[in-house]
């Protein structure tokens, strides 16, 4: 009996790890699409366009569901800052820092389950605050004798608004509670081009899209692939692994995202940085492990 439960286990947790490695990697392709002149914003649109048609070529009854449901819509609008700000950060900014802030997600549900929910803050409630907001305090450590936020780029700030909305995106699914009609799936999607389309043609600086090309547009089709099944992959993880397991294998995409960037100098490590991240992912872990 506990070998067929150690191994029904098995898959869900290996699709979690794999749903986390995608994202934590997220930014180097991202990042060779940039080099070939096609901006963060405009790839995360295409994208994410792509993505949404073969959601809904998978899930019929996708559209529909979104179609009779407000609630799916706002789902739209925070999934899609979330990962408009997201893909601009980690390919722009430090990546190391910008996953971290990005990973303030117990600050933000601790907030919005006091704002929204009427929940009162427990003790262990404030303790992740306290954690969440002295990491971020180290995180943005001052450089070079400039202050506080003067030491941060308004980059790696792009993280902290992700999250931010990456914890609303979640208090929006679990509302929703749909989970067979690909309709959550084909918001979050539709969200990234509905939001990052209009911000890649509106926002001075950003550059026009090079002329159309196999590479970039194969590039960018082959992502939305590996995102669909990320989603996927996600989906059948969760169904099938207990909360707090799935939060704290999630965790392991600030491994990916750091070690790669470390690596490949995408990224820089110093010791308020180290102490800050260790901060943020305490945080999250007690919140990953609260009953």
């Given at each position: 009996m506990t070998d067929t439960r150690s191994h029904a286990g098995r898959g869900p947790a290996l699709a979690l790890l794999a749903n986390a490695a995608v994202w934590g990697l997220t930014w180097w392709p991202l990042r060779q699409l940039q080099a070939l002149g096609l901006h963060p914003l405009w790839a995360t649109a295409l994208i994410f366009a792509i993505a949404a048609a073969l959601i809904s070529l998978r899930w019929r009854g996708a559209w529909p569901a979104l179609l009779r449901r407000p609630l799916l819509w706002c789902i739209v609008v925070a999934a899609g800052i979330n990962n408009a700000c997201f893909n601009w950060g980690i390919t722009e900014g430090d990546v190391v820092r910008v996953v971290l802030l990005f990973y303030l997600m117990p600050l933000w549900t601790v907030v919005l389950a006091r704002w929204v929910l009427h929940e009162r803050i427990s003790p262990a409630g404030l303790l992740r605050v306290a954690l969440s907001v002295g990491g971020a305090a180290l995180v943005l450590w001052p450089r070079e004798g400039h202050g506080l936020l003067q030491g941060a780029r308004a980059v790696d700030l792009l993280g902290a608004l992700a999250g931010f909305f990456f914890a609303v995106n979640n208090i929006l699914l679990r509302k929703a509670n749909d989970r067979d009609s690909g309709a959550p799936g084909l918001a979050m999607f539709l969200g990234g081009l509905v939001v990052a389309l209009p911000l890649a043609a509106l926002l001075p600086g950003v550059p026009t899209p090079p002329a159309l090309a196999p590479g970039w547009l194969g590039a960018c089709a082959a992502l939305a692939v590996v995102y669909v099944g990320s989603n996927l992959a996600l989906q059948y993880a969760a169904t099938r692994?207990?909360?707090?397991?799935?939060?704290?294998?999630?965790?392991?995409?600030?491994?990916?995202?750091?070690?790669?960037?470390?690596?490949?100098?995408?990224?820089?490590l110093s010791l308020p940085l180290a102490l800050g991240g260790a901060l943020i992912l305490g945080s999250a872990l007690l919140a990953a492990l609260r009953p």
């Amino acid at each position: 009996m506990t070998d067929t439960r150690s191994h029904a286990g098995r898959g869900p947790a290996l699709a979690l790890l794999a749903n986390a490695a995608v994202w934590g990697l997220t930014w180097w392709p991202l990042r060779q699409l940039q080099a070939l002149g096609l901006h963060p914003l405009w790839a995360t649109a295409l994208i994410f366009a792509i993505a949404a048609a073969l959601i809904s070529l998978r899930w019929r009854g996708a559209w529909p569901a979104l179609l009779r449901r407000p609630l799916l819509w706002c789902i739209v609008v925070a999934a899609g800052i979330n990962n408009a700000c997201f893909n601009w950060g980690i390919t722009e900014g430090d990546v190391v820092r910008v996953v971290l802030l990005f990973y303030l997600m117990p600050l933000w549900t601790v907030v919005l389950a006091r704002w929204v929910l009427h929940e009162r803050i427990s003790p262990a409630g404030l303790l992740r605050v306290a954690l969440s907001v002295g990491g971020a305090a180290l995180v943005l450590w001052p450089r070079e004798g400039h202050g506080l936020l003067q030491g941060a780029r308004a980059v790696d700030l792009l993280g902290a608004l992700a999250g931010f909305f990456f914890a609303v995106n979640n208090i929006l699914l679990r509302k929703a509670n749909d989970r067979d009609s690909g309709a959550p799936g084909l918001a979050m999607f539709l969200g990234g081009l509905v939001v990052a389309l209009p911000l890649a043609a509106l926002l001075p600086g950003v550059p026009t899209p090079p002329a159309l090309a196999p590479g970039w547009l194969g590039a960018c089709a082959a992502l939305a692939v590996v995102y669909v099944g990320s989603n996927l992959a996600l989906q059948y993880a969760a169904t099938r692994l207990p909360a707090n397991a799935t939060s704290v294998l999630m965790i392991t995409e600030v491994l990916w995202a750091a070690g790669s960037a470390l690596l490949l100098g995408a990224g820089s490590l110093s010791l308020p940085l180290a102490l800050g991240g260790a901060l943020i992912l305490g945080s999250a872990l007690l919140a990953a492990l609260r009953p």
